[in-house]
């Protein structure tokens, strides 16, 4: 690997390919996830003990999936996706999507038995009532993103397996640190994963500093 400047872009694109794979899969996974927690179907129980079993999927797995859906044999080969970022982004969707469901519909069922009981008592919309509870549960949802990302920024098989690993175009901090490290370089790889220690401080004391101010609120 080169000098500070991909260092700088592999830091970058790690956080920017997360925080789009993070708010595409929130896009669905929150309104799912409240609306699991406040449905009486018995689909609920199966379908949240699948994004429970999907928070633990091996990240190698979620590539090659990928992988085999942007190949040149697979359904989407024609995009000419494989080796590029929307590729790493595709994976962690995957990846995020089961973490966010199973945190946030934690988050929301959790929520006092009586914000149920109002909303049906006022006869409010269901997508209302999906707003409505998700606002209140949102601290909980938040350290559902936070912790989507976390898993997201920190991956190695999805960037690995359908990025490539390409300099300054694919290379994420993981990739970069396997590829010092399979160089003999373990000082640099050390460093670089440093970087990554400090974005999860970072995002910690977001988190802190968010719920310090809504309790001084």
């Known amino acids: 690997m080169g000098g500070e400047g991909d260092v700088l872009s592999a830091a970058w694109l790690s956080l920017s390919v997360s925080a789009a794979a993070v708010a595409i899969a929130a896009l669905v996974g929150v309104p799912l996830a409240a609306a699991l927690a406040m449905s009486r179907s018995r689909w609920r129980a199966p379908l949240v003990v699948a994004a429970r079993v999907g928070m ?10 990928v992988f085999g859906l942007y190949s040149r044999r697979g359904p989407l080969g024609g995009w000419d996706l494989l080796f590029t970022p929307q590729a790493i982004v595709t994976g962690e969707v995957l990846l995020a999507f089961p973490l966010i469901v199973a945190l946030a519909e934690s988050a929301v ?20 009532v999906v707003r409505l509870a998700v606002s209140e549960a949102r601290e909980g949802v938040v350290v559902a993103l936070l912790a989507a990302f976390a898993r997201c920024v920190t991956e190695l098989g999805v960037a690995l397996l359908v990025g490539g690993n390409l300099r300054g175009e694919t290379r994420t901090l993981t990739t970069a640190i396997a590829l010092e490290t399979s160089r003999g370089d373990f000082d640099r790889a050390l460093r670089l994963g440093w970087v990554l220690v400090a974005l999860a401080v970072a995002l910690n004391l977001g988190l802190a500093l968010l719920r ?6």
């Open 56 to 65: 633990s999927f091996p990240t190698v797995l979620v590539g090659l999936l």
């Open 109 to 128: 069922a959790s929520l006092d038995p009586r914000f149920m009981e109002t909303a049906r008592a006022l006869a409010l919309p269901r997508a209302r």
């Open 212 to 217: 310090r101010g809504r309790a001084a609120a």
